[in-house]
């Protein structure tokens, strides 16, 4: 607060010498129960006076400006500031907000030094969506064409108990076959000197002969319980090495499992005599 006017008599004149008047404002604080009249001159071109009284901004009109004070003193600021209605607007800023898929935008041009709005443009919104999972992932919109996946299918076990002949289907001496749900093992005679073997628990199969496991889906796994250790070793070195797949032995059990599933698997040819007790083969159903 720069001064203090004690002013005693209401309708005084309050005279202001506008060189004293700058943008940021001077506050001057004024006795209750009184009414005060503010005039201004030479005031520079292009610009006006502003009073700030509490949370009320009025220009400064010709004539003056009354200022009514009640039983409470009041602190006012007076601004001098540029005119909207004369100022030439060269200087300019402008705030632009880009417009998404579903949403205008806008660019508005505004004189720094009157505060006016010199233009608002609206941009249109521009209707390109970038979709994800059949979402705009900017505005949410439905992409009308998106197709949900196939929620994946988690492989499943099925087992072949050669411990009676309940799951053998056929049987003589060129082929047998043992079925469980959807998988389904096959034994052929192939090379084998003898003719296949018409035994259970465990299944015999002979050296030469040829053993096919297939299901009616893809097969992830499969795990062959032997007779004994000796008989996982026969038919671990009759398979060999697999392409895409792991071969190994765990005491009676032979586990090949695939780096990718596959429609069916072949040995087509045991080195040596090899008994099963069961076939376990994990696969994703069709």
Known sequence: VTEDASVAESGLAWDFDTEAVSSEGTTYRFNKNTAVTLTF???PTGKKVVIVNGENTDDVVEGGYLLSIGTEAVEITIKLVVDPE???HTNVSTETVNATC???GSETVTCNDCGKTISAVIIPAT??????DGKCSVCEAVDPDYTAPDEPVEPVPETISFT???QRVSQDGEAQVWKNGDVTFTNNKAASSNPV???SNPV???AGSEIIVSALGQITKIEFVCGGTSYATALKESIGTVEGATVKVSGSNVIVEFDSPVGSFTVTKLTAQVRIKTLTVTYIPA
């Open 41 to 43: 001159g030479n005031i």
């Open 86 to 88: 004369t100022c030439e």
């Open 102 to 104: 579903g949403k205008d």
């Open 127 to 132: 209707g390109e969506h970038s979709y994800v």
């Open 164 to 166: 009676s002949t309940a």
């Open 197 to 199: 073997a018409n035994y």
């Open 204 to 206: 015999r199969l002979y």
